[in-house]
């Protein structure tokens, strides 16, 4: 078997398998090398491979309905990835892309079925993987959505993160923000837009920062500011 070839028997996620079936299951795929931020599928495109990271990483990334690019996760070196699409058929649900120079082998569903029918024992093993990837990600996913779901319940109801306290205040806070990225800086407004609720932030390099609200995923005080703010069912800790 070519080094080509003998990419799965590798990946710490299948060590269920012996030898023997890691380098059978190796031989259906082939592999590919991705530069930093090139895409290995878009979201909405049809699946059919199933892909496993020899090398580097790969980020997941959803885009919402008003066009902002979510980061989802970041997968690691021995990562099996597009297991739902792969399992029905349907489109991605996230754009996988490369986040930085990476080895990537795909096995294609028609060859993973015929494996499986010839031999039902390893198949077995992998669909067992394959489902509690799935059931993990799904998982993961709801936990995210929750977690924006409550974000934006209580920016609905400002009274109850009580902002205009912590404007009065110039308490420092941290934001995460859709794209994976972090802002932190002083909270001096919060007012409406036209395209919704926006923060205005000062940085601590005194930069006026404008975060829309859409933006937001998580919103905390920063870690030396605990201690400054008396506990009150209005702070807003999350």
């Given at each position: 078997m070519s080094d080509e070839t003998n990419v799965l028997g590798n990946l710490p996620e299948l060590t269920s398998l012996s030898p023997e079936e890691t380098q059978a299951v190796a031989a259906l795929g082939t592999r590919k090398d991705y530069g930093a931020g090139e895409t290995?599928?878009?979201?909405?495109?049809?699946?059919?491979?199933?892909?496993?990271?020899?090398?580097?990483?790969?980020?997941?990334?959803?885009?919402?309905?008003?066009?902002?690019?979510?980061?989802?996760?970041?997968?690691?070196?021995?990562?099996?990835?597009?297991?739902?699409?792969f399992f029905d058929g349907g489109a991605h649900p996230a754009t996988a892309r490369a986040a930085a120079p990476c080895r990537i082998v795909a096995i294609g569903r028609?060859?993973?079925?015929?494996?499986?029918?010839?031999?039902?024992?390893?198949?077995?093993?992998?669909?067992?993987?394959?489902?509690?990837?799935?059931?993990?990600?799904?998982?993961?996913?709801?936990?995210?959505?929750?977690?924006?779901?409550?974000?934006?319940?209580?920016?609905?109801?400002?009274?109850?993160?009580?902002?205009?306290?912590?404007?009065?205040?110039?308490?420092?806070?941290?934001?995460?923000?859709?794209?994976?990225?972090?802002?932190?800086?002083?909270?001096?407004?919060?007012?409406?837009?036209?395209?919704?609720?926006?923060l205005l932030l000062r940085s601590p390099d005194r930069e006026l920062i404008v975060v829309p609200y859409h933006a937001v995923t998580q919103f905390t005080l920063a870690a030396e500011q605990w201690r400054d703010v008396p506990e009150s069912p209005e702070t807003p800790i999350t």
């Open positions: 290995v599928y878009e979201q909405g495109a049809p699946g059919g491979d199933l892909f496993a990271i020899e090398e580097g990483s790969v980020d997941l990334l959803v885009t919402l309905a008003d066009g902002v690019e979510k980061h989802h996760v970041t997968l690691p070196s021995g990562t099996v990835f597009g297991s739902m699409a028609a060859e993973f079925d015929g494996f499986c029918e010839q031999h039902p024992a390893t198949g077995i093993k992998l669909y067992r993987y394959l489902t509690e990837t799935v059931a993990l990600q799904s998982r993961l996913v709801v936990e995210k959505y929750m977690r924006t779901l409550q974000w934006s319940l209580e920016i609905s109801a400002a009274t109850q993160l009580n902002l205009q306290r912590l404007i009065t205040d110039r308490v420092e806070v941290r934001i995460e923000l859709a794209s994976g990225k972090e802002v932190r800086g002083t909270l001096l407004q919060f007012d409406s837009s036209p395209a919704g609720y926006e």
